[in-house]
């Protein structure tokens, strides 16, 4: 009984394991990102630079 339970054992777990993969799938997390200016130099509003 142990010859044949061995080889389907090992062959079910070989055939569905990479569709185990597909099961979990995990949508990526989103992080927000931003800035804060604390200096801004060199500014001429006359010259529009």
Do not use: R, W
């Not at 142990?2 to 185990?20: D, E, N, W």
Request: a neutral charge; charged letters at 20%.
């Amino acid at each position: 009984m142990k010859k044949i339970l061995y080889p389907v054992c090992l062959s079910l777990v070989l055939l569905c394991g990479p569709f185990a993969s597909f099961a979990n799938e995990v949508k990526p997390d989103t992080v927000p990102l931003g800035i804060y200016i604390t200096s801004i130099h060199d500014i001429d509003f006359k010259q529009k630079e």
